[in-house]
């Protein structure tokens, strides 16, 4: 069954709680999201409801919470975690009014340094929260980078994330091959937080150069791709694009050995605030 013949659980125009649906975003098998205004005040939110069924409920559950109970500028905000009458559950969030990275790159190419250099600040301020409670995203890519029209984003969409406490079957493999970790490509749930590292540094190394660091590929064939290239770091190119000193860390985030990438976000941020770079407090 193709997306387009899924059928949604709900109709535009229904009521929920305090909000009304407006409009589809998206429908998939187990969940749907969708755009919609609070009653009161005709504030934008997003959705999301899980169907019944969905094995992913206690983890959609979990994560939901903690997005509400932690806030940080740079996590999307979870505003509500609740069931409809009918028991399905949902949460209500923040609607990103400029889309994704990925949208944002595809129109423009590419970030200028002081852009992407606040790109990396607030990315790596989000992951050090994550981090701090044994959370690892394993899903950094520009799609899961939602932009705001104040300039501001949020890193989103911890749907692959891995939580303490929740037991996953070992050797098994999944993420967004582009951007996955050497580890993460052979072992998805073995992965620590240095494996976010590595993937935030393509994300970087993309909004920089306005190139993908591997080509979109067929699952399998980025697979092996992240698992069999064992090449240096592309330092050079990255020297192009940004300060030398940036470069080089950006090169050590994208090292294939875990133990030779920084150990931290925490640690890159005390190194960024150790270099002379341009900074912004917005991406545009």
Same mark, same amino acid.
């Given at each position: 069954?193709? %997306?387009?013949?899924?059928?949604?659980?709900?109709?535009?125009?229904? %009521?929920? @709680?305090?909000? %009304?649906?407006?409009?589809?975003?998206?429908?998939?098998?187990?969940?749907?999201?969708?755009?919609?205004?609070?009653?009161?005040? @005709?504030?934008?939110? @997003?959705?999301?409801?899980?169907?019944?069924?969905?094995?992913?409920?206690?983890?959609?559950?979990?994560? @939901?919470?903690?997005?509400?109970?932690?806030?940080?500028?740079?996590?999307?905000?979870?505003?509500?975690?609740?069931?409809?009458?009918?028991?399905?559950?949902?949460?209500?969030?923040?609607?990103?009014?400029?889309?994704?990275?990925?949208?944002?790159?595809?129109?423009?190419?590419?970030?200028?340094?002081?852009?992407?250099?606040?790109?990396?600040?607030?990315?790596?301020?989000?992951?050090?929260?994550?981090?701090?409670?044994?959370?690892?995203?394993?899903?950094? !890519?520009?799609?899961?980078?939602?932009?705001?029209?104040?300039?501001?984003?949020r890193l989103s969409d911890l749907g692959l994330a891995k939580l303490p406490g929740i037991?996953?079957?070992?050797?098994?493999?999944?993420?967004?091959?582009?951007?996955?970790?050497?580890?993460?490509?052979?072992?998805?749930t073995r992965v620590d937080n240095r494996s976010d590292l590595y993937s935030l540094a393509?994300?970087?190394?993309?909004?920089?150069?306005?190139?993908?660091?591997?080509?979109?590929?067929?699952?399998?064939?980025?697979?092996?791709?992240?698992?069999?290239?064992?090449?240096?770091?592309?330092?050079?190119?990255?020297?192009?694009?940004?300060?030398? !000193?940036?470069?080089?860390?950006?090169?050590?985030?994208?090292?294939?050995?875990?133990?030779?990438?920084?150990?931290?976000?925490q640690e890159i941020l005390a190194e960024l605030d150790l270099m002379q770079l341009p900074?912004?407090?917005?991406?545009?």
């Open positions: 069954m193709t %997306q387009a013949e899924l059928t949604p659980c709900f109709f535009t125009g229904e %009521q929920i @709680a305090d909000f %009304q649906l407006i409009r589809l975003l998206r429908v998939h098998k187990l969940a749907e999201s969708w755009y919609a205004l609070r009653r009161e005040n @005709a504030v934008p939110i @997003a959705v999301k409801f899980l169907r019944k069924g969905n094995p992913e409920i206690p983890k959609f559950c979990c994560i @939901a919470q903690f997005l509400r109970d932690n806030h940080s500028p740079f996590l999307i905000h979870v505003s509500e975690c609740a069931e409809t009458i009918g028991q399905i559950p949902y949460a209500t969030m923040e609607y990103a009014d400029c889309g994704t990275l990925r949208n944002f790159l595809a129109k423009h190419g590419k970030l200028p340094l002081a852009s992407a250099v606040y790109l990396l600040r607030g990315c790596l301020t989000a992951l050090a929260v994550l981090h701090e409670h044994n959370i690892i995203h394993r899903d950094i !890519k520009p799609d899961n980078i939602l932009l705001f029209s104040d300039g501001s984003f037991q996953e079957e070992p050797g098994k493999v999944f993420g967004t091959a582009s951007y996955i970790s050497p580890e993460q490509a052979m072992d998805s393509l994300v970087l190394f993309e909004a920089l150069t306005g190139t993908r660091f591997r080509p979109k590929n067929s699952f399998m064939n980025a697979v092996r791709l992240a698992r069999s290239d064992r090449s240096d770091p592309p330092l050079e190119i990255l020297q192009d694009a940004a300060t030398g !000193k940036l470069a080089g860390l950006l090169a050590g985030m994208m090292e294939y050995t875990p133990a030779l990438r920084p150990g931290s976000a900074d912004q407090s917005s991406l545009f």
